[in-house]
């Protein structure tokens, strides 16, 4: 095995005991809710454990490659807080950790397995198909061909796939963190593609290769990859190499019977963040889904998630997708967040529906922070701040307020010199101008906030009351707008 030197400098180099996750996408396009979950409990297990965290694309299935794939994954897992250890972009000494950069490595293995009588040379047309072709290995008659044939053959430059050679008999076990042992009889396993004949390794071959050559030890995925591990111990066991911890994680559903799938519109993350959701929020929803701490707190940050983390709180049942648990959630962390934090977060969403520039966004981000659940709630509560909308004078009648029509036309035939002789426009001097006014005509503050509210929103619910929009929209459009009411109500 020539070029392996970088390997076993490696070795060298893993600390004994050190726990080594990895996440391993395949860049297919987007990074659904399942993969997020997977990317975090991987991350979290190394973290928790003071281990590293391995990155590493799969991108050896050249027909299902999305360009731009690669960088929605480095997006998301950056945006998370997913940092990785090992890579040339981390500075790692080892890497890079592109599957298809590796390829040479991947038959060096395959060779090696055939030379051990582990895996032999498949010539068949079938193969073209390239992947498992069913229970057929007794069947396959290139299982049988002599390897002074085989050997001849592909010298001869006759094209081939690499298969596994599966035992005929008996039965292979495995452990599984979260499924405990699993039993399978050999005959039910099929002879699969470990090199294609384009030369790459199908991503069953490799990542086990992989998996062994950065020193992994918790191995975390999905539970569709559990039919598949005892093909994957065998190929250990034909190395003669440790087998990792399996984390075969269930997968999140849709509802009770469908899982998850951007076929039936159901978000990934990017869409999710699109959508109003704060990635915070997010990612600590979705360490909930399918893991529990035990006890009754939900909410927490990464660095407590990573120090409570442990694999006996996941489960084997498969978790639905809650959007408004997710809402609850967002509320929980835009209602947290930082006054400038929330503004920074808010203001691309205020913007959509107030463009004018005189108007400070952190002025209306404060009205909302209290009482948003999703970022996209946002536009559609400003969109008086612009314009005034046409509204009906009915809304000017309110019991609770003692207003009605006549009331408010009095009253804003009254406040307006008031406002007009204001001459600092601030939350005080504005309050201080109603209040004095109820005080001079001896009723509740509302009887005056009321109708001003009304004329200067043009609608009865609002974020922020009289005070907050006068002092937003400023002196001399509150005016006007309380001139328009006036003009309204004297018809
Ligand atoms: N590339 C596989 C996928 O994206 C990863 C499976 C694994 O983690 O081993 O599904």
């Known amino acids: 095995m020539k070029d392996m030197k970088w390997y076993e ?47 590493r694309i799969e991108d050896t299935d050249q027909g299902r ?62 193969s073209e198909d390239e992947e498992s072709t069913g229970f057929e290995k007794v069947a396959d008659p290139c299982r ?89 111990n065998l190929l250990y066991e034909s190395f003669g190499w440790d087998i990792p911890a399996y984390v075969h994680c269930s997968p999140v559903m849709r509802d009770q ?40 707190r939900e909410v927490f940050s990464m660095k ?48 959509q529906a107030v463009k004018k ?5 952190a002025a209306i981000a404060a009205l909302l922070q209290q009482r948003t659940e999703v970022l996209t709630d946002i536009p559609e509560k400003l969109d008086f701040f612009d314009e005034l909308p046409e509204y009906e004078t009915e809304l000017y009648v309110h019991k609770k307020s003692k207003t009605d029509e006549a009331v408010s036309l009095d009253m804003l035939n009254k406040m307006l010199p008031v406002f007009e002789a204001v001459e600092d426009w601030c939350d005080e001097n504005i309050l201080t101008a109603m209040t004095d006014m109820a005080a001079k005509e001896e009723c509740k503050n509302a009887k005056v906030m009321w109708p001003v509210r009304i004329a200067v929103a043009g609608k009865a619910v609002t974020p922020g009351g009289a005070v907050e929009i006068c002092r937003i929209l400023g002196k001399e459009e509150s005016l006007r707008r309380m001139r328009v009411g006036i003009e309204k109500l004297s018809k």
């Not at 997708?321 to 400038?340: G, P, Q, T, V, W």
Request: charged content about 25%.
């Open 9 to 55: 400098e490696m070795e060298a180099r893993i600390p004994k005991g050190e726990v080594r996750t990895r996440f391993a996408p395949s860049p297919t396009g987007y990074m659904h809710v399942g993969n997020l979950r997977t990317a975090l409990y991987t991350w979290l297990i190394a973290r928790h454990a003071g281990g590293k965290f391995i990155l």
């Open 357 to 361: 520039p005189e108007i400070d966004p």
């Open 144 to 232: 049988f061909v002599s390897k002074e044939e085989s050997d001849a053959r592909a010298a001869a430059g006759e094209p081939y796939v690499i298969r596994q050679k599966i035992p005929e008999e008996g039965t292979t076990t495995f452990h599984d963190e979260i499924f405990g042992d699993i039993t399978v009889e050999n005959k039910t396993l099929d002879d699969q593609v470990l090199i294609k004949r384009d030369g790459l390794p199908t991503y069953n071959f490799a990542n086990v290769v992989d998996d062994h050559l950065m020193g992994i030890t918790h191995v975390v995925r999905g539970s569709e990859y559990l039919s598949s591990s005892p093909k994957y």
């Open 257 to 296: 019977h469908n899982k998850m799938s951007k076929r039936h519109g159901d978000p990934s993350y990017e869409d999710l963040i699109a959508q109003g959701y704060i990635t915070d929020a997010v990612v600590n929803y979705v360490a909930l889904l399918g893991w529990s701490p035990g006890g009754e």
């Open 65 to 126: 490659y999305v360009e731009g794939a690669v960088d929605v994954i480095y997006r998301t897992l950056t945006e998370c807080g997913l940092d990785h250890d090992e890579g040339p972009d981390v500075g790692g000494p080892v890497g890079p950790y592109i599957q298809t950069e590796r390829r040479a490595l991947y038959k060096e293995y395959a060779d090696l397995l055939v030379e051990k009588g582990c895996a032999y040379r498949c010539f068949c047309e079938k």
């Open 304 to 351: 407590e998630l990573a120090e409570i983390f442990e694999l006996k709180g996941l489960s084997k049942s498969p978790a639905i997708f809650d959007i408004e648990k997710l809402k609850f959630f967002n509320a929980e962390y835009i209602r947290n967040m930082s006054a400038e934090d929330f503004a920074r977060v808010a203001e691309p969403f205020i913007r």
